[in-house]
């Protein structure tokens, strides 16, 4: 249990989940207050402006630091914490809330809370992204476009979102002309899309990388390779429970760094955040630093 001197701070992102941040503070707070937890609270206006506060409250005496959002949130603030001494804990209000799922706790509000507060921190992998911190899953291709069609919606229900918006990219059916280097290993591919796993989920379920294990200081590498609609259509629902990896379009790598170029634009996301990556190459490394995060039974 942490010590009673820690200084918490709770950062709380009030779009996140098309409002559900500002729809549980109550209770949250009221949760904090039963479990005799004293928490600062700092509603921000942004995600950038949650890491900024979230770096500068790191190295002046928050000795844990709760992100209470989406996975765009979340990281956010560990972006803003890495590098210090500091605890990430997450408080999980967005549509996805793949990060919060593989800390492995209960997902009831007064569990999320006194795990927040008072769990044992663990040491997390991190990875960078040309210059940009990550810290579960980065997408390019086809979850990308999934992604960036989910951002559109309105409403938050959770993998219901993204089944929809897999339904409308899967009617685009778009094939992407790849070149990657895992570690040393060299390959130019015709994919749909290639994914580089952290943590195992992204989407609000999608098992894309299901092995990964969040503290081996590797990633796991999913590619798969361009095939028929049909076949998509068959694959798809697969990797709800990870068993996509069985199938002969599917490959698994594992390595610490990747590097993926192409010669068109490519669609990126990573941790609900979308954008294109139009020419050069993406670098994906292992962070130097691992991130403290307050976590169950890894």
């Given amino acids: ?26 209770d949250v707070e009221q949760k904090f207050f039963e479990i005799g937890a004293d928490v600062d609270i700092r509603i921000t206006e942004n995600i950038k402006q949650a890491k900024e506060i979230a770096f500068i ?24 914490i890495l590098g210090s001494d500091s ?13 919060f799922k593989l800390l492995k706790i209960e997902n009831k509000l007064e569990n999320i809370c006194r795990a927040a507060a008072f769990n044992k921190a663990v040491e997390l992998d991190a990875g960078i992204i040309n210059d940009r911190p990550f810290f579960n899953m980065l997408g390019v291709g086809f979850d990308a476009e999934v992604a960036i069609e989910a951002n559109k ?32 290993l060299e390959l130019e591919k ?42 998509i259509f068959s694959i798809l629902p697969k990797v709800m429970k990870g068993t996509h990896v069985r199938q002969p379009e599917t490959k698994i790598y594992r390595c610490r760094q990747v590097e993926i170029s192409s010669k068109s634009a490519l669609p990126i996301h990573y941790e609900g955040e979308t954008f294109v990556h139009k020419n050069g190459r993406l670098s994906v490394k292992m962070s130097p630093n691992k991130i403290r995060v307050a976590a169950g039974e890894l």
């Fill in 1 to 26: 249990m942490a010590g009673k001197t820690e200084k918490l701070l709770l950062l709380v992102n009030p779009s996140a989940g098309n409002g559900k941040s500002i729809d549980m503070l109550a």
């Fill in 57 to 80: 409250a790191s190295r002046r005496g928050y000795n844990r630091i709760i992100a209470m959002g989406g996975d765009g949130t979340v990281n956010a603030v560990a972006g803003g």
């Fill in 87 to 99: 605890t990430l804990a997450v408080i999980p209000s967005g549509t996805g809330n793949d990060f």
């Fill in 153 to 184: 919606m309105k409403g938050n229900l959770g993998v219901l979102t993204y089944l929809s918006a897999v339904l409308k990219v899967w009617k685009r059916f778009p094939v992407f002309d790849i070149r990657l280097r895992i570690d040393n």
């Fill in 190 to 231: 015709q994919v749909m899309l290639v994914a580089v796993g952290i943590g195992r989920s992204t989407g609000g379920g999608f098992l894309l990388t299901p092995y990964a294990l969040a503290n081996d200081g590797k990633f796991d590498v999913c590619v798969v390779q361009k095939t028929n609609r049909r076949r």
